[in-house]
C-alpha cells in the first residue's frame, strides 16, 4: 500500500519551472530517497508534500489525505526534518521538545513522557537542560530529528539532514533513518550524496531540473549504465582539451572534465585504461593519478545527464 | 490552548534575552533617573527641587515719562520707582525669585552685554532710556532688550518668561487705557492712571511676581501639591516607557520576520496547526510583552521615583491604549519589512525619529505651544504621551477617553494592515 503517491506536480516560481511533473510512490515502511544535486526540485517537492507550497498543478495524496484538500490530516501523520536546523536556540532541548509536542496536540504527562523518550532515543537525555544554542552541530542535528518524532508520525520527511555535519553524526543519522524503518515509518529522504541513497533506500527517485530523470532500486537504477567502470583521472595538463581527445578513445562512452579532473565511463577499465595512456603520452600529457569505480548512482547520473551529481 | 503555547514560547525567548530586558526595563528606568540626579537628587526630594540660578545683569537706562506713575500705587512707597524701568528691577529683585535669580545693576548696555559675553552673567536685561516715555505714548511701543548667554536653556527661558509675563500685563494696560479713551474721549492723566490701576489691580501680577512663575495642572479636582521634580521626573519617565514600549513592540513583533529566517515559522507551518493560531499566538506575544513592560515600568516609576501617575481609572485607560498602539505599530512596522536586516534601520531611523516627535511635549519643556502638541499626536507616540499627560494631570475621564479611542482607531488600523500583509506573505 502506498503511504505517498505524487501526481504530476508542478510548480513554477517566475519563469523557473521547480518541479515539472514530478510522479512517484512511496509504499509503507520504507526508506525512498530523492536524489539530485542543488536545484534539482527536491526541496521544493518536500515543501509541497508538507503543505508548505501549494502545488501549480497535480496533486499528492499522504496516507490518503490530499496535500490539496486535507493539509491538516496531511500534517497529523507527518512529521519534517527540515533542511536547516529548525529549533529556538534559547531554549532548552527539553523545552523545544515539549513546545513542538503542544504544536503536534501532545499534552500533560503523554508529552512529559514522549519528551523522555524522543531525548533518550536522540540520545542527549544528560544535556536535556542545556540551551540548544550551546550544543554542537551534530546535536542540533539530533534535535531536529527528534522534534519530527514526538508524535510518533507514520511517515516523515528528512531534507538533506546530513549537510554540513561531521562524519561520526552523519553515520549517526543514517542509523537512525534505519532504525526509523524498523518502527515501521515510511521514511522520505532527499540527498544530492549518493552514497547515502544507495545505502539507505528501498526505491530512488533521481532528480534534475524538476523532473524525475531515474525511478527504481538501487540495482534497477545501476543496470541503465550497464556494467560501465568509472575512472576519474587527473593529468599534468589541460583537462579540456585532453577530454575532447579522449572521447575518440576505443572503449570510452563518456568524458568529462571537471576541477582538473577526467571523468570517463568505459565498459572495461582493463581494456580502456592502456588506451587513455597512450592517447595522453601521444598528447604529451602525463597522467597523475587513477581512480577506477565500479557502476553506482554517480555513474548513472553522469549518463543521463552528463554532468556529476555534485555540479 | 495553542495560541498560549506560542505566546508563552515567545514570552520566555524575550525575557531571556539581556538585550531585550535592557532595553525594556533597565534603559528607561537608568535615564530617568539619570534627569532625577541631575534635577535634584533623591536627597533633596523631600525638601523640593532647586532650579539653578541665574546671574541677571540689569541696565535700567529709562528715563521715566509723564505717564509712568499712573500705575505707583501698585508699590511700596519705599520702594523708590521713577520709572517703568524702576518697576521692572524692583520685580526681578522680590524675594520670591531670588531663589531663581541674582539680579545685579550696571549703569549702561555694553557693561550688561560684556558681563554676558565674560560669562560672569547669564542673561543681561538691557531698559531702554525711552522705555517709560513709549510706554506712556499710546502710539509708541515699549521694547526691552535680552542679551544671553547662548550656552544656557533653562535660566534664561524662566527670565523671559517673566519678563514676558510682565510685558503682558503693560501691553494688557495699555490696551485697557486706549479702550477707556475711545469710550470716553478723556486724556486726563488722572483717568489713565486710573484706568491702569484698575487693571494692574485686577491682573495682580506685577505684585505677586511667584504668580509669574507657578505652574498649575488643569485638574479635575482637588489634587495634592506635586513637588517640582517629580513634576519634571514622571512625564520623563511615562516618555522613556512610551518610547521603549513602541521598541519592545516593534522588536517583538519582529520574532515574526526572525522565526521565518530561522526556519521555526515554516516548521511550524508543517504542525497541524492553523496559520490563524500561529499568527494569534505571535501577535499575543507581542501584546503580553509590552503589557509586562508597561506595567513593571509603571510600578517601579511610582516606587522608586514616587511618580503619580493618575487615578487607577485613567492609568488602565492610558495603559491599555498605549499597550494596543505600541503593539499595533510594532505588527505594522514588521510586516512592511522583507527581512531582520532592515530591521536595524527602522529602529534606529523611524521608531527614533517618531519616539522624538512624539516625546516633543515632555521635552521641549522651555517653550510648550500648542504647535508642538499638534506635531506630536501626528504619530503615535505623540497620543500615548498626550494619554500620559493627561492621566498624570488629573483630565476627566471622558477627555481620556477621547484620546484612548484615537489610539485604539490608530491600533485597529495598524494591526489590520500588519495582519492582513503578514497572512498574504505566509499564505
Redesign the interface.
Known amino acids: 500500500m502506498s503511504a505517498i503517491e505524487v501526481k504530476n506536480l508542478h510548480k513554477a516560481f517566475g519563469d523557473l519551472k521547480a518541479v515539472d511533473g514530478v510522479s512517484f510512490d512511496v509504499q509503507q515502511g520504507e526508506i525512498f530517497s530523492l536524489l539530485g544535486p542543488n536545484g534539482a526540485g527536491k526541496t521544493t517537492t518536500i515543501s509541497m508534500l508538507s503543505c508548505l507550497l501549494r502545488p501549480d498543478q497535480g496533486d499528492a495524496l499522504v496516507m490518503g489525505h490530499s496535500i490539496k484538500a486535507d493539509q491538516m490530516g496531511v500534517k497529523s501523520v507527518l512529521g519534517v526534518v527540515p533542511q536547516e536546523i529548525a529549533l529556538y536556540n534559547d531554549l532548552s532541548a527539553r523545552e523545544n521538545l515539549t513546545f513542538w509536542g503542544k504544536m503536534y496536540g501532545l499534552r500533560g504527562a503523554p508529552l512529559k513522557q514522549r519528551v523522555d523518550e524522543v531525548l533518550e532515543i536522540i540520545g542527549l537525555t544528560e544535556r536535556a537542560k542545556d540551551r540548544v544554542g550551546k550544543y554542537s552541530g551534530g546535536m542540533k542535528r539530533r534535535v531536529n530529528i527528534g522534534v519530527a518524532l514526538l508524535h510518533k508520525p507514520q511517515v516523515i520527511y528528512m531534507d538533506e539532514p546530513t549537510v554540513g555535519i561531521d562524519p561520526q553524526s552523519r553515520r549517526n543519522i543514517l542509523d537512525s533513518v534505519v532504525a526509523l524503518k524498523n518502527q515501521g515509518m515510511t521514511v522520505l529522504y532527499t540527498t544530492h550524496y549518493m552514497e547515502e541513497a544507495q545505502e539507505l533506500s528501498d526505491h530512488i527517485a533521481i532528480m534534475d531540473t524538476g523532473k524525475v530523470i531515474a525511478y527504481g532500486t538501487n540495482a534497477e537504477l545501476v543496470k541503465i549504465v550497464g556494467q560501465m567502470d568509472r575512472i576519474t583521472l587527473t593529468v599534468s595538463t589541460d583537462g579540456g582539451r585532453v577530454a575532447e581527445a579522449w572521447k575518440v578513445v576505443k572503449g570510452v562512452k563518456q568524458v568529462k572534465a571537471e576541477d582538473g579532473t577526467l571523468v570517463v565511463l568505459a565498459e572495461d577499465s582493463n581494456q580502456v585504461l592502456p588506451r587513455l595512456f597512450e592517447a595522453a603520452s601521444t598528447q604529451g600529457t602525463r597522467i597523475t593519478s587513477v581512480t577506477i569505480q565500479e557502476p553506482n548512482l554517480e555513474a548513472v547520473f553522469l549518463h543521463l545527464t552528463g554532468k556529476a551529481l555534485r555540479d | 490552548?495553542?495560541i498560549f503555547?506560542i505566546a508563552l514560547?515567545d514570552l520566555?525567548?524575550s525575557f531571556?534575552?539581556v538585550f531585550a530586558v535592557l532595553f525594556m526595563f533597565v534603559i528607561p528606568l537608568v535615564v530617568t533617573g539619570m534627569f532625577y540626579v541631575m534635577f535634584g537628587g533623591m536627597a533633596d526630594s523631600g525638601t523640593g527641587f532647586s532650579l539653578p540660578q541665574t546671574n541677571v545683569v540689569i541696565a535700567n537706562l529709562d528715563e521715566g515719562g509723564s505717564g509712568f506713575d499712573m500705575a505707583m500705587s501698585q508699590f511700596p512707597a519705599d520702594a523708590n520707582i521713577q520709572s517703568m524701568g524702576d518697576m521692572i528691577v524692583y520685580t526681578l529683585q522680590q524675594d520670591n525669585l531670588a531663589d531663581l535669580m541674582q539680579v545685579t545693576l550696571v549703569d549702561s548696555a555694553e557693561a550688561a552685554r560684556s558681563a554676558v559675553d565674560a560669562q560672569e552673567a547669564g542673561v543681561a536685561v538691557i531698559i531702554p532710556a525711552d522705555f517709560s516715555a513709549q510706554f506712556s505714548d499710546l502710539e509708541g511701543q515699549a521694547v526691552l532688550e535680552v542679551y544671553q548667554d547662548p550656552t544656557l536653556i533653562l535660566g534664561p527661558a524662566i527670565v523671559r518668561s517673566v519678563l514676558n509675563q510682565y510685558m503682558d500685563g503693560i501691553s494688557g494696560a495699555k490696551i485697557a487705557v486706549n479702550v477707556a479713551l475711545a469710550q470716553t474721549g478723556s486724556g486726563d492723566p488722572a483717568f489713565i492712571g486710573q484706568v491702569v490701576e484698575a487693571y494692574l489691580t485686577a491682573t495682580e501680577a506685577t505684585r505677586d511676581p511667584a504668580a509669574l512663575l507657578e505652574v498649575r495642572a488643569p485638574a479635575a479636582g482637588e489634587t495634592e501639591e506635586v513637588p517640582l521634580l517629580l513634576r519634571i521626573i514622571g512625564p520623563i519617565m511615562g516618555g522613556m516607557m512610551v518610547f521603549y514600549a513602541f521598541y519592545t513592540g516593534t522588536a517583538t513583533a519582529e520574532t515574526l520576520l526572525q522565526e521565518d529566517e530561522?526556519?521555526?515559522l515554516?516548521?511550524?507551518?508543517?504542525?497541524?496547526?492553523?496559520q490563524a493560531t500561529i499568527l494569534g499566538g505571535k501577535l499575543l506575544a507581542v501584546l503580553l510583552t509590552v503589557t509586562i513592560q508597561v506595567i513593571v515600568l509603571l510600578t517601579l516609576g511610582a516606587l522608586i521615583f514616587g511618580i503619580n501617575w493618575g487615578s487607577l481609572g485613567s492609568i488602565l485607560l492610558f495603559s491599555a491604549g498605549t499597550i494596543l498602539v505600541a503593539s499595533a505599530f510594532g505588527v505594522f512596522v514588521n510586516s512592511l519589512l522583507k527581512s531582520t536586516k532592515q530591521g536595524g534601520i527602522v529602529f534606529g531611523g523611524v521608531l527614533t525619529f517618531t519616539g522624538m516627535i512624539g516625546m516633543m511635549p515632555i521635552f521641549v519643556f522651555s517653550n510648550p505651544s500648542a504647535t508642538i502638541d499638534t506635531i506630536s499626536l501626528l504619530v503615535p507616540q505623540g497620543w500615548a504621551i498626550h494619554g500620559l499627560l493627561q492621566s498624570m494631570q488629573g483630565a476627566a475621564t471622558g477627555n481620556l477617553l477621547l484620546t484612548m479611542l484615537v489610539m485604539l482607531a490608530w491600533s485597529v488600523a495598524f494591526f489590520g494592515i500588519g495582519v492582513w500583509r503578514f497572512q498574504k506573505r505566509f499564505a
Open positions: 490552548m495553542k503555547d514560547k520566555t525567548r531571556r534575552s530561522m526556519g521555526t515554516p516548521r511550524l507551518f508543517t504542525t497541524p496547526t492553523t
